[in-house]
């Protein structure tokens, strides 16, 4: 089968590699898309506090048709379309990948839409619902708001009933925040987030949703009200921030780690059950996640790049 390997740190190729089959608790995939992430871009250059040595395949997320099965499992069976988290293995044509992982996707969703649908979407309910306590009318000023995860903290606070202010540093990152449901955006680049913030919101906003980090942070947690809290979900910028703890005390802000994928693995039910609960939204018409781009394997060492120096909007998901 061919696949997207990763031979040396900070370069992949398409190449002839085995194809799975499916060890006990398994199942293969025929995938159809596979979403690309940031944390994809940071394994392949060796960038992720863990390191993986060559070779290996990238590719976290998956959405295709099941073509095998272990013989212990007794759900997927063959021909059921699922999207699931494969950790590594999904650049390819097909990965093998635990059955109790898979969900089935809706019918509302395409491949594309599902191959880049659980990563961000379960980041933001995870993090806006489950660690941040967002309620209905609370206002939200999210950061990185034109990538993936920003876009699906958008949809997902929307959802929630809350209200959006947007921040992105292009003009197609914001248009892309407002069709995703912000009600106000601010240009980063030009714009202190606190005064747009404060604007929008007087006397700061509800939550912080941050998976910048870098600048941003410090005027970020200063553009909170009291007792607002703040969303710890990266470092797309690349420079972890140091925050003034004076800002957290004296308004009585709380500063929240988000860390969703490591939550996922140790809680596989839970998990599954935050998975299905938002493809049943989708499925409800409640929540629609926007069409990705879509690429062939041979342009996948082009889109890690974009996704590393942050010229992605939205969401890309490759075509095996």
């Known amino acids: 089968m061919r696949a997207l390997i990763c031979e040396k740190l900070g370069s992949v190729t398409v190449a002839e590699t085995q194809a799975p089959e499916p060890a006990a608790g398994q199942i293969v995939i025929d995938v159809e898309a596979a979403g690309v992430n940031y944390v994809d871009a940071l394994f392949v250059h060796g960038r992720y506090q863990i390191k993986l040595p060559p070779p290996f395949v990238p590719g976290s997320e998956v959405a295709g048709t099941v073509s095998a099965v272990a013989p212990d499992v007794t759900w997927p069976s063959v021909g059921t379309r699922v999207v699931a988290m494969c950790g590594l293995g999904g650049f390819a044509e097909r990965v093998a990948v635990p059955a109790a992982g898979a969900v089935e996707i809706p019918g509302a969703l395409d491949a594309a839409r599902a191959a880049t649908f659980t990563q961000s979407y379960c980041t933001a309910l995870f993090a806006l619902r489950d660690r941040g306590g967002l309620r209905a009318g609370e206002t939200v000023l999210v950061l990185g708001a034109g990538g993936g995860v920003g876009l699906a903290a958008v949809r997902v606070a929307t959802t929630l009933g809350a209200t959006v202010l947007a921040g992105a540093s292009s003009e197609d990152k914001r248009r892309a925040a407002r069709d995703a449901g912000a009600v106000a955006v601010v240009d ?83 998990q599954h059950a935050l998975l299905t609960e938002l493809l049943g939204l989708v499925d409800d018409g409640a929540l629609s996640p926007a069409a990705p781009a879509t690429a062939p394997l041979e342009s996948g060492a082009r889109i890690l790049d974009d996704l590393l120096e942050r010229r992605v909007t939205g969401k890309v998901a490759l075509i095996p």
């Open 188 to 270: 980063t680049t030009a714009r202190s987030v606190k005064e747009a913030a404060r604007e929008f919101s007087p006397g700061g906003v509800d939550l912080v949703y941050d998976p910048v980090g870098g600048d941003l942070a410090d005027p970020a947690l200063r553009s909170l009200r009291p007792g607002g809290r703040y969303l710890v979900i990266g470092f797309a910028s690349g420079a972890i921030p140091s925050l003034p703890l004076n800002q957290v005390l004296l308004r009585n802000r709380a500063v929240i780690g988000v860390d969703w994928g490591a939550w996922s693995m140790s809680d596989r039910a839970g």
